[in-house]
Structure formats: C-alpha cells, structure tokens
C-alpha cells in the first residue's frame, strides 16, 4: 500500500520549548531531505545540520534523522527534525514543508494509522500504545507496555490456533468420512479443548474489571453525616483546597472528586453530601446522589467524628467494601471501636496509614499485573462474539457442518480483535483519539 500524499506535524507539544521535533512521513521524504537538510545523512542516524528552505535560507540548526522504509515507524520513509522550541521556528519549518507538493498537516493519529495499515502494529498494539501515551500512573504504563508490546496479541493468537487446529481437525472428517456419524469419530481431546478455550475466554472476559480500574482509576468515595470531616479530608489528601470547609452543615451539594497516584495506581476520591434524615431542597438531591456514589464505589470510607459534636452513624448499605474512618482525631474524645482508622486532616496524623490501606485493596482489587487483561469495551464485545460462537460450535445435538461454523465466527471475532477484520468506522474512531503527530 502507498499513499498518495506526505504528512508531517509537530509531535512535540507544548510551545516553546527546549526543543520541538516535527515529524514527516511519506513518499515525499528524500526530495523534502534533500532540499532542507543541509548535510548527507545516514539510514537512522542523528545528523548536526541547517535547515533551510528551497531558496537556501537558513531556518534552524538543529538534528536530522532519516528513516527509509520499511524500517520506520509508519512503515514509510520518515524523516524527523528536531529544532528549537521556538514559535517561530516551527512556524517557519512547516510553512516551508505545506509547499510541498502533496505534503499536508497530518490528522489525529494519522501515522499511528498508517503504520497500522502498512503491518507495522496490529490494532491491540495501537491501543496500547495509545494508553501508554495517556499513561498517569506506574500501574498505567506498565499494563499499556505489555499491550503495546503485543502481549494481547499473543494471547488471541494463541487461542485462534487452537481454533485452526479443531477447524481443520473437523472438516477433514467431513471430506473423508462415509455416512457415519463424524461427531463420534472426532478425537475427544478435539471437544475438551474446545470446552477448556471457552472456559479461558469467558475467565478473561471476567477480569475486565480490573483493567477499567487500571485505566479509569480505583473509586473510593468519602461519605458520612453532614460536618465530620470529608471535605476536610479530602483537601488533606489532595494536599490542596480542592473542596469548600464550612462548620454549616450541608456545604457540599455536589460530588467533587479528586485524581491520586497511590502506590502506582491512580485511585479516585469523591468527596459526597453528608447524609442525615431530615433534608430538603438543593440538598435533599446531594444527598441522593452521595448515596448512588456510595453503591457504585469500589470502596467507601465512612467517616465518624471522634470529637464526639457529631452523633454516629451507621453506614450506608452498600455492596462495596467500607472502611471506617474516625476523623478529627486531633480533637478526640469519643471512644469508639478500635476497627477505626483515626485521621487528622489538620495534623495529617493516620494519612499515610489511611493510604496504605487504600493502596492495599486496590492491589488486592486488581491482581497479578503480569496477567493480559481485556482493556476496551471492543474487546469485550468480541470475545461475547466468540464465547456465544464457541457455545454453538459445543452443541453437541448439532450437525458437525454447523459446528464448524461456530469455530468459523470464534476465529473471525478473534480476528476482528486485532484488526485484520474490521469496519472502517471502527478503525476511525480508534486513531482518531490519537494527538497530531503520533
């Protein structure tokens, strides 16, 4: 596949800067090579040169490196520059490249595309190259690395073998077998690894909850009565005035949540409405809301005031774990169960316990981070695709032809996964995620 046109975009955001990296792909490179880049330059080599245009006027000094296809990242002949991180500079640069014929800006992840559609990458390694690119934590970047570095890949590759095998297994008995039962000649091995594949994809389909919460974040919410400490709280753990503190009770009406790196894992705090009885209005709705927080947590820290000005409470019933926290301790007086966390948001006193706590339950939430998990809802919908293909294809009071046609829509859901089938839409809305330039 050749593409008619060259494209080029900044990929390096964020100007100025130290320096800025513009990046060319297309059949257009050595001509454009040859007319900017003042130095003869070496396959994947960084050259110290001028960069000029057609008329020879200097543009920047700075690196060139040339990449001939196939050996780039797109597949095509790339060409990178990397300048100073001046406006105007990079103004210059791709005012310079637009005068080239059938040279045009790149759209959002354009050269991810092509090197998608030039068997550079395979659809799951574009997706985890574009979670490592939107990667905030450690745990983050490490599931995106081994996406990106085609664990998925390996993992359906394997199993659409196993398919192949049986498939074939199948349709030879059906050519060579007489008016006998083909069923009841097929090897049983042929049926128990059938069962046994199934068994592994609808586990795999299982563990996608761990994988949202690698990417969307662990949710703990803060709740409790009205006025014991969990905007406080919340403000001492985000280490900024990230919600409003008032001694009125009923302050916070809307949920506010605030994004942390705990132990490596990025961990959501919602801080809700307190929740009491008698209630009405604007705060009646905050309060129905704190409540749907609390069922949809992955875990709920329920708050107690241990000065005692605030009667205790019975948390809220819920099925997500719950840990009780006892605030105000700085000012404590009541005593209550030793099961609580004591924390002081003035004092900062239990804040680190208290994370350890929450670090611990999301490690324990999301397992072994060596395991390949599904990390996209299209995912999901594949592998639905190929459980129900596989438990057609494991009727066993269906004639063997039909049998084989459920193998046939396994292997094309797994296919689907990788991108060797797929929509145009589909393909569409996945690169399109993608900054400009990558």
């Not at 009885?277 to 927080?293: H, W, Y």
Request: a negative charge; proline letters at 4%; glycine letters at 8%.
């Amino acid at each position: 596949m050749q593409f008619p046109d060259t494209i080029y975009a900044l990929a390096t955001p964020g100007l100025p800067a130290g320096i800025a990296v513009v990046r060319i792909s297309g059949s257009s490179v050595p001509e454009i090579a040859v007319s900017m880049v003042s130095a003869s330059m070496l396959p994947r080599q960084a050259v110290l040169c001028r960069i000029v245009d057609r008329a020879g006027s200097l543009l920047d000094r700075g690196l060139a490196i040339y990449f001939p296809a196939p050996h780039s990242f797109t597949g095509e002949d790339c060409l990178e520059l990397h300048l100073h991180g001046s406006r105007a500079v990079v103004a210059a640069v791709l005012n310079e490249l637009r005068s080239f014929a059938a040279c045009r800006p790149a759209e959002p992840g354009e050269f991810i595309r092509r090197a998608f559609l030039l068997d550079k990458v395979d659809l799951l390694e574009a997706e985890g190259l574009g979670d490592l690119l939107a990667a905030e934590t450690e745990a983050q970047r490490r599931f995106a690395m081994a996406n990106a570095s085609g664990a998925q890949t390996l993992l359906y590759a394997g199993w659409r073998q196993r398919l192949l095998r049986a498939r074939a297994m199948m349709e030879a008995e059906l050519d060579f077998s007489d008016e006998g039962d083909v069923a009841d000649s097929m090897p049983k091995g042929v049926w128990d690894d059938l069962k046994s594949l199934r068994s592994e994809i609808a586990g795999h389909i299982a563990t996608f909850d761990r994988s949202e919460i690698l990417r969307n974040g662990y949710r703990v919410v803060l709740a409790g009565p009205p006025n014991v400490g969990k905007s406080s709280l919340l403000n001492a753990l985000a280490r900024r005035e990230a919600a409003i503190v008032s001694d009125v009770a009923g302050t916070t009406r809307d949920v506010i949540e605030v994004q942390l790196d705990v132990d490596g894992y990025k961990v959501v705090f919602a801080d809700t409405a307190g929740i009491r009885d008698q209630a009405a209005g604007v705060e009646a709705i905050g309060i129905e809301k704190a409540k749907a927080q609390v069922v949809e947590a992955s875990l709920v820290l329920w708050l107690t005031d241990l000065s005692g000005k605030i009667p205790v409470a019975d948390p809220v019933a819920t099925d997500a774990e719950i840990v009780l926290v006892g605030s105000k301790a700085d000012e404590k007086r009541a005593e209550l169960s030793d099961d609580l966390v004591e924390v002081s948001a003035t004092t900062g006193a239990g804040i680190p316990a208290l994370l350890d706590i929450v670090a611990a339950r999301v490690r324990r939430r999301v397992g072994d981070m060596g395991d390949v998990l599904p990390s996209r809802i299209r995912h999901l919908d594949r592998l639905t695709v190929a459980v129900s293909n596989l438990d057609e294809c494991l009727q066993i009071d269906l004639p063997v032809e039909l049998r084989v046609e459920g193998i046939r829509g396994t292997c094309i859901a797994l296919d689907g996964m990788v991108g060797s089938i797929g929509a145009e839409e589909v393909l569409g809305a996945i690169f399109s995620q993608f900054c400009i330039g990558k």
